[in-house]
Nanobody, 126 residues
Framework: QVQLVESGGGLVQAGGSLSLSCAAS????????MGWYRQAPGKQRELVAD???????NYADSVKGRFTISRDNAKNTVYLQMDSLKPEDTAVYYC????????????????????WGQGTQVTVSS
């Protein structure tokens, strides 16, 4: 079993900043990409940013220059620093990790599975 626990959401005024973190725990052999997604009411879940185990990052155009994703491989944790927040950033933010479990590794099955956090609400007021 793998658990992803997010923290750091909340309410902030437009132009403000928030930091999110997501820690993965459990029977983890390795984690490939980790990322943040968000889902606003009435909209589909969308990628915000992701990062490979080597630190290569990718951002949605809507957050480039404002959000920064990072990770600590030793802690199996991914972070999202959100600056210059806008009301349109309001959403539930979900962490995702591409995990290879110890059971998979023992079976020599090295295709990562997707695990998701429970989500954390980010609300930006105008």
């Amino acid at each position: 079993q793998v658990q992803l626990v997010e923290s750091g959401g909340g309410l902030v005024q437009a132009g403000g900043s928030l930091s999110l973190s997501c820690a993965a725990s459990g029977s983890i052999f390795s984690i490939n990409a980790m990322g943040w997604y968000r889902q606003a009411p009435g909209k589909q879940r969308e990628l915000v940013a992701d990062i490979t185990s080597d630190g290569i990052t990718n951002y949605a155009d809507s957050v480039k220059g404002r959000f920064t994703i990072s990770r600590d491989n030793a802690k199996n944790t991914v972070y999202l620093q959100m600056d210059s927040l806008k009301p349109e950033d309001t959403a539930v933010y979900y962490c995702r990790a591409a995990v290879i479990t110890t059971a998979q590794a023992m079976a020599h099955m090295y295709i990562p599975r997707s695990d998701w956090g429970q989500g954390t609400q980010v609300t930006v007021s105008s």
